[in-house]
């Protein structure tokens, strides 16, 4: 019962917390777009750029795509002004899209898409743990970064907020230590403490049918970054809901497999954020 409720423990979480700078900002689910979308003038500009990468290809386990090292660093200026880089020799396949979402998002390798996945996986990217920026920044951040620098490489907007949902569904995730900044000083102060991503239970035929719905409401309602990131929480609260369910009901005969195992450390985060949540959002359409 202890796993059971931390599932539950975990869908609430959600449910009331909300650990992105971003959504820190616009806390009303229709609060207007802060993006390089909507204000190119706050930077969004990238740096050493077009990408380089050094003729050294890698293959990593379970990976369609060949991985380069970087040659250089990449720097990138969101639309906060916040400054994001990809050290030398990140390792990058120019793709970030979760491979449980590619029949759904498509072909993820593009030249516009190249810098920012180059960025994101410098903060996020397999091969890239023993980086100094690896999960130095929050993960909600890290990936509205992807965003921005989606929309700076040329991305459309539909396009843009399609991959940004896939990453944010099917992406890595991470506890942030209190305190951790983007910087590029060292790699023990912004590395992560023990976490357990609860989606990492949802099974992937639910995940992608929640990734086609969530497909179909960007292309039909053209949403502003807040509220696509309110209706991915609602999304993510259904998913959660059904595994909880699905976990209780196993959970009698003691046969379920979808309990989370309990984290070595539980992590405490020191602030506090209360979600609003727009009751126009319908998640069932």
């Known amino acids: 019962m202890r796993n059971l409720a931390l599932l539950t423990a975990c869908a609430l979480t959600l449910a009331a917390c909300d650990t992105s700078g971003y959504i820190a900002q616009s806390s009303r689910a229709d609060a207007p777009e802060l993006s390089c979308l909507t204000r190119p003038q706050g930077g969004c500009t990238f740096s050493q750029s077009p990408l380089r990468v050094l003729p050294e290809p890698v293959e990593l386990p379970k990976r369609p795509y060949k991985f380069f090292p970087t040659a250089g660093p990449l720097n990138f200026v969101d639309a906060q002004g916040k400054n994001w880089v990809a050290p030398p020799r990140t ?80 992406g890595p995730r991470w506890a942030t230590p209190a305190g951790a900044v983007v910087s590029t000083q060292g790699q023990t102060a912004g590395r992560s403490v023990s976490y357990v991503n609860p989606l990492d239970r949802v099974p992937v035929p639910r995940k992608q049918e929640a990734m086609r719905r969530v497909k179909s409401y960007i292309e039909s309602t053209r949403p502003p970054l807040p509220r696509l990131i309110a209706y991915l929480k609602q999304v993510e609260r259904e998913m959660l809901q059904d595994v909880w369910a699905l976990a209780y009901e196993e959970g009698q005969d003691g046969d379920s497999d979808y309990f989370l195992e309990e984290p070595e450390e539980e992590y405490v985060p020191d602030y506090e954020y209360e979600e609003t949540v727009d009751p126009e959002l319908d998640v069932g359409n």
């Not at 990058?92 to 998002?105: H, N, Q, R």
């Not at 990936?143 to 040329?154: K, N, P, S, T």
Request: one cysteine or more.
């Open 91 to 170: 390792l990058t396949d120019g793709a970030s899209i979760p491979k449980i979402f590619v029949a759904i998002v498509g072909d993820p390798t593009a030249p516009e898409f190249i810098n920012a996945a180059a960025v994101h996986d410098a903060y996020c990217g397999v091969g890239n743990e023993t980086g100094t920026m690896f999960h130095r920044a929050k993960w909600e951040d890290v990936h509205v970064m992807f965003y921005d620098g989606l929309i700076v490489g040329g991305t459309p907007e539909i396009r843009a907020k399609i991959m940004f949902a896939a990453v944010w569904l099917g």
